[in-house]
């Protein structure tokens, strides 16, 4: 038995030699055997264990809705930032181009550019308005056909 015990011993000095020197280290290896303990259920410990069960399951869907919720209002703040940001570069867009369109819808420059394609201001009679009343309303209006007057250039 001496010699079993001797064998199982461990010393310090085996493992690493160090600079101090007690009392050497002995470990002995024990095998346990749990082949025989039965568990004994407790129904007070399982409703508590339930109990605090639920209790985590609610807490954590409680965290888990407000960081949805924190994290959903960010996104929106980000959306409305960028939606905004577009309105403003359109709206921009849309100033330019009604000044765009006021300058071209300028009579002084509409007249130079028909002068300069060599066309002349209107004479008497050279319009027909379609839009004109005529003296029976209920009746049909029919289309008539007139030959514009082709004046010669000048």
Not at 27 to 46: C, G
Not at 49 to 63: D, E, N, S, T
Not at 84 to 107: C, F, K, M, T, V
């Amino acid at each position: 038995m001496a010699a079993a015990a001797s064998a199982r011993v461990v010393t310090h000095a085996s493992r690493r030699k160090s600079c101090w020197t007690g009392t050497p280290e002995v470990y002995f290896t024990k095998a346990i055997d749990n082949s025989r303990l039965v568990k004994v259920e407790d129904p007070r410990r399982s409703r508590e264990m339930k109990q605090f069960a639920i209790a985590l399951g609610c807490l954590f869907l409680l965290v888990m809705t407000f960081t949805w919720q924190h994290f959903k209002a960010i996104e929106y703040g980000y959306k409305i930032e960028a939606v905004r940001s577009q309105r403003d570069g359109l709206l921009e867009i849309n100033h330019a181009l009604r000044l765009e369109q006021a300058s071209l819808r300028d009579p002084e420059r509409i007249d130079v550019l028909a002068r300069k394609l060599g066309m002349q201001p209107l004479q008497a009679g050279q319009v027909i308005r379609m839009d004109a009343t005529a003296s029976d309303a209920s009746g049909p209006v029919l289309a008539s056909v007139t030959t514009p007057e082709i004046l010669p250039r000048r």
